[in-house]
């Protein structure tokens, strides 16, 4: 092993070392790594490594150990590669899992709040349910279900609001807070 000396204050051997070998490095590391920027980072890391070993280096064959140091960056960026994507994969498989988890949870409690919705509604006086029916399911305007019931357009409106009414009072008397407010979200004016 022959000790190489850098002048001191100077750093001769590794602009030398660069000028000579910098390019034929970085096309070495695009061998193993299919990606510009990451290639130039590690003949990057490969020089700053001789630069940090201080001003006495002990390097048999310059060249070789330039080389040698890309290559074992290559590969430690590769397995780092592998393992961050492993991870990835795996946090988005249990992502995966909690939102049809959730998405089933929420069906099932979706599918019980409707029934219970089906069921308040059914119970609500006819004079009641038939406006209120064709408002919130038929999408009718007042207007429209007036002149269907031949109904002043006002009688509708009272008939609807009491309905509205009716529903809250049943809803919060069922315990169904939550569901008050996801029924008022979707048929607004609750």
Partial sequence: ???L???QGSNLLLEHAFRQYHAP???YALKFIDDNDHAKDIVQDAFLSLLKSGDEIQIEN???YLFRTVRNNCLNHIKHTLV???FAQTEKERISREINFYDTHQTLVEKELQEKLTEAISALPEKYKVPFQLSRFDELSN???AEKLDLPVRT???QIYRALK???EDLINKGLILFQFLFQKKYKNL
Avoid: D, G, N
Wanted: proline share 4%.
């Fill in 166 to 168: 009716i529903l809250r």
């Fill in 5 to 7: 000396k850098r002048p």
């Fill in 143 to 145: 207007k429209e279900i």
């Fill in 25 to 27: 490095l970085y096309f």
């Fill in 156 to 158: 509708v409106e009272t």
């Fill in 84 to 86: 961050t994507s492993e």
């Fill in 62 to 64: 310059l060249k070789a």
């Fill in 1 to 3: 092993m022959t000790k």
